[in-house]
């Protein structure tokens, strides 16, 4: 089965979890810069003694496409590798993909991958 493994993570651990899923043999990823909150909606700071909101954190998403079963290894791994024990680590998660097409050489399923 296919599977596409996605993950929203801190940006400064985007390199610990690149490392480890290379290091896992995945042979590709697709990263994003992307904005959003979970629970702790957002953050509060203080610039020269005023008060301001940030409501949308910065995120990374990466996404990988993983076949013969590696979805509970790269899970594992991203889970390892983006934890650090604080508020805001982010979310890892799985769905099957019922079609997949390698554009340049026209393969299909799983050779695909």
């Given at each position: 089965?296919?599977?596409l493994v996605t993950a929203v993570i801190k940006?400064?651990?985007l390199d610990a979890?690149?490392?480890a899923l290379l290091g896992a043999g995945v042979e590709g990823m697709t990263v994003t810069e992307v904005r959003g909150f979970g629970r702790q909606r957002g953050k509060t700071e203080n610039f020269r003694g005023s008060e301001y909101r940030i409501d949308l954190l910065p995120?990374?998403?990466i996404e990988v496409i993983v076949g013969d079963?590696?979805?509970d290894q790269v899970v594992a791994l991203i889970a390892e590798h983006a934890r650090t024990g604080k508020i805001g680590d982010g979310k890892v998660w799985r769905v099957p993909?019922?079609?997949l097409l390698r554009v340049r050489t026209g393969e299909t399923g799983p050779?695909?991958?």
């Open positions: 089965m296919i599977e940006p400064h651990q979890v690149k490392e995120k990374v998403k079963g590696a979805a993909l019922t079609g050779a695909a991958v």
